[in-house]
């Protein structure tokens, strides 16, 4: 639908959300998948760290509402996963 809405609005194609559909399953259809590769690691080795925006806390030295952080690091082996709520996204933190 993207696809289609650019077409009519950058190239003033008239032509039908069905044609675009056509075409684009027959690209799909000519690449080859996508390959999967399962990652191992030992225990201990390796660990994954993101950060995800969580909601507003208040901050108990300023007393003000704040925007919060989730700190989530998972253990690559067993998948465990080490949550905890920061103010900021900073290596220090």
Do not use: N
Request: aromatic share 10%; glycine share 4%.
């Amino acid at each position: 639908m993207v696809i289609h809405a650019a077409l009519k609005r950058e190239h003033g194609s008239s032509g039908h959300y069905s044609s675009v559909r056509r075409s684009v399953a027959a690209i799909e259809r000519e690449r080859p998948p996508d390959a999967t590769v399962r990652l191992s690691f030992a225990p201990g080795e390796a660990a994954q760290v993101d950060f995800g925006s969580d909601p507003q806390l208040v901050d108990s030295t300023t007393s003000e509402l704040r925007r919060t952080w989730a700190f989530v690091m998972t253990l690559c082996f067993s998948r465990h996963q080490y949550v905890e709520f920061v103010w900021d996204q900073s290596v220090r933190t």
